[in-house]
C-alpha cells in the first residue's frame, strides 16, 4: 500500500469520525447500512425512536431495527433503504408511515433513504434518516378541524359569501351565494366577480373599493347596492368586504359578504308608513286616546282630542294617573281599575262622570286594554264622550216606557172594544135566533135572517182574529197540544165556511188521504188556521169559481194545500201576504171586507206548531196556500173516532137567571131559554142579580162581567157563600176572552165560560147537563 492509499484511508476514517460526530449532534434519527443492508451506525435519536442501541443493532439487518408500517392499513412497509441500494438512488417517502420500536410503540414519522457512494461512484451503503412528525401531525389535525370548522360555518350561513384572490376572481362561494342568484358553481368559481351571473357586481364603486380592501388592506362595511334580477325581480345588498393574509401568501384572501335586505327595507318602509298612518289616526281620531305606563299607570301620551274633551294641554296630562284628571273617584278607585286592568288585560266602564277644565260634566265611556310595544307594555285608554248618547238612550227608554203604556193601553183599547162589539152582537144573534124559530114559510124573512146569522158570525169572528193577534203578539196564546186526527179538523172547518162558499156558489172539492193523518196539534188552533185559510180564498174567489183543499203526506211532513181560481196575489203584495194589516185590496168599495189580520194569524199559530206556511201566486189566476206540519206517529190501538152519543135527558124545566147591563141581550136571551121550555128571569147589575138569585134560586146563572155597581166575578163569590145557592151552575157570558179573564173566572167559582154572542149549541149544552145532573 502507498502513501497515497495510506493518506486516503486516513481521510476517509477521518471523513467517517466527522459523519458520526455530526449525525450524533442532530435531531434528525440516522441509521447507515453497508452494502448488505446491515446497521453500520445509529445516532443517539435513531436510538430513542427504535428502542436499539448502536450495541445492539450493529451488523443487524435493518429491518430488524428499523421496522415501519402504513398508519391507515396497519400493513408492514418497505424500508426506504432496501429500494435505494437496489435502485441507487434516494428512495420514496412514506407520507402514511409508523416506526415501531422494539417495545411496541408507534411513533409517525418522515423519512428517505440515500445510497452512500464512493469517489469513484459505487454505492457502499445507505443512509436513512427520518424524523417524530408527532407534534406536527397534531398541529395539522387542529389546522384541518379549524379549516373544517370554518367551512362549515360558511357553508351553512344564510347570508351569501364569497373568498376571492387579488384578481378579483372567485375560489370559492357558499351554499347561499348559488341559491340566491340561482348560480352553480361551474357559472361561479374562477370567474372575476363582475362578470359572474348577470353583471349584478358590475359596479365601478364596488371594484374601486375591493381593489382598496386588497392593496391597502382595508375594510368596508354596509355598501348597499340595487340591481335587477330577471329572475327574482330588483333587490337591494349590503356588502362587507375583509382581507385576510394567509401564512405563507403574500397576496392575502379577501373574503366577501353579500345580505340581500330587500325584504328589510320593505319591511321598514311598512312599519314607516304604518308608524306615519297610527300617529295620523292617533292625532285625528274623535275619541280620547290615552297612552299609559304598564307598570307606573303614568300618562305617556296623548292624543289631541282628549285635550279638547277635557281642556288640557298635552304636557298637564303627562305624568299623572287616571285618577288625577277626574277619570276616577280618588286613587283607591285608580289602583282597584288598574288591578283588574292586569288581571285579565281588558277592563270597560259605561256611564263615567267627568268634568272638564271648564267645570262642564260630561259622561264617558272608558275601554281600556294591555298589549306589547316594542319590548315593554303599554295601557291604551280610549275615551269616548256619551253625554248625547246618554240623553238619547234617557229619551229612549222613556219613548220605549211610553210605547209600552201605549201598548198596554191598545191591548185594554181592543179588549174593551172586544167587549163592547160583543155586546149589540148578542141580541142581534139571539133575536135571530128566535126569530128562526118562528120563521114559518115566510122565504123573505128566512132570508132575511140567514143574512143576519151570517154577519153576526162574520163580525164574532173579525173581533176573534183581532183578539187572538194581540194575545199571540203579547205571548198570552198557549196551546193545548194532544194526539189528534187532521180529518176531524178538516170537517169542522168546511163546515164552519160552508155557508159563506155556499152563498158565493163556490166549487168545493177536500181531497183527505185514504189514511188517518195524525198531529200533535192544538185541535181549536188548527181550524182556526183552515177556517181563515177557507174564508180568505172564498172571500178573493169570484161567484161560481173553484176552491181545492188537499191534504197529503210527504216524508216526515203534513201538506195542507189550498187553491183557489181566485184574483191572486199582486207580486208588490206577495212578500207582505202574512205581514198584520197587509190586504191585496185597497179599494174605496172594500168589496172584500176584512181587518188583514186573518193571514198573519194563520201564520203565528203554524209557527207555533213547528210548521210552516208560503203563499204563492200568479195576479189574475188564483192563489195557492201551503201549511206543512210535523207527522205525528200512528197510536198503537186505533182509538175510538166515534165518540158515543150522549144518554137523551129527560126534558125537565130549569131555572135560569140571565144577568146582563145590556137590557137588549139579556131579554133576547131569556127569550130564548123561555122557547126552549125553560124559566127565566133577568137583572141589570150586580145587587139586583143577587136580590133575583135568593128569591128565584135559579139552577144555572147566566152572568155577565161587567156589570155596574158590582161585578161579574163579585156576584158569583158572593152567590157561592150563601146558603143554597153554593150548587148554582154559574155561567160567565161575557165580551172578555183573554186568558188572564178565564182564569178569574175559575178563581171567582164560575163553572163555565162563554164569549158573547152566546152560542146557543153550548148554552143548550150546558143546561142538557144540568138537567142529566138534577135526574
Known sequence: MDKSEVNSIETFLQQQALLRAVFGTIRDAVIATDTEGKVTFLNLAAETMTGCSMQEAKGKPLESVFQIINDETRQILESPASHALREGRTGNIENHALVVSKNGGECPIEHTASPIRTAKGEVEGVVLVFRDVSELKRHESLRQEALACTEGIIATMPTPFLVLDRTLRIES?????????????????GQFLHKVGHGQFEIPALRSLLKNVMNLNQSFHDFEVEHDHPQRGRKRLVLNARRMSLSGEKSGKLFLAIEDITD??????????????????????????????????????????????????????????????GLFSDKIANEAAFASLKRVGYIRYEHLPL????????EVEIIANVYREATQSVIQCNIRDITERSRLEKRLEMQALALADLHRRKDEFLAMLSHELRNPLAPIANAAYLLRLRSGDDPVRGQAITIIERQVSQLTRLVDDLMENSRISNGRVQLRLDRVALGGIVERAVESVRPLIDQRKHLLTVSLPPQTVWLNADAARMEQVLVNLLTNAAKYTDEGGRIDLSVSQEKHECVVRLRDSGVGIAPDILPHIFELYTQAEHSLDRSHGGLGIGLTLVQRLVEMHRGTVEATSTLGQGSEFTVRLPLLAPPTSQPDLVKPAPAAATARTLRVLVVDDNVDS?????????????????????????????????????????????????????????????????????????????????????DHHILKPADIAKVSEILSAVTVGLN
Request: proline share 4%; no cysteine.
Open 355 to 362: 268634568e272638564t277644565s271648564r267645570g262642564r260634566r260630561v
Open 264 to 325: 328589510r327595507r320593505s319591511d321598514e318602509r311598512t312599519i314607516h308608513v304604518s308608524e306615519v298612518r297610527y300617529r295620523r289616526l292617533f292625532e285625528s281620531a274623535k275619541d280620547g286616546i290615552l297612552i299609559l305606563d304598564e307598570e307606573t299607570g303614568q300618562i305617556t301620551d296623548v292624543n289631541p282630542f282628549m285635550g279638547e274633551l277635557l281642556g288640557y294641554s298635552q304636557p298637564q296630562f303627562l305624568g299623572k294617573q287616571l285618577w288625577e284628571i
Open 666 to 750: 139579556a131579554a133576547s136571551l131569556a127569550m130564548l131559554l123561555r122557547a126552549q121550555g125553560h124559566e127565566a128571569v133577568t137583572a141589570h147589575d150586580g145587587p139586583s142579580a143577587l136580590a133575583a138569585a135568593i128569591d128565584f134560586r135559579p139552577h144555572v146563572a147566566l152572568l155577565d162581567i161587567g156589570l155596574p155597581k158590582m161585578d161579574g166575578y163579585a156576584v158569583a163569590k158572593t152567590m157561592r157563600q150563601q146558603p143554597g145557592l153554593e150548587h148554582v151552575v154559574l155561567v160567565a157570558v161575557t165580551g172578555y176572552g183573554a186568558a188572564s179573564d178565564l182564569q178569574l173566572s175559575r178563581d171567582a167559582g164560575f
Open 173 to 189: 362561494a357558499n351554499e347561499a351565494f348559488y341559491k340566491t342568484f340561482h348560480l352553480s358553481p361551474k357559472e361561479t368559481l
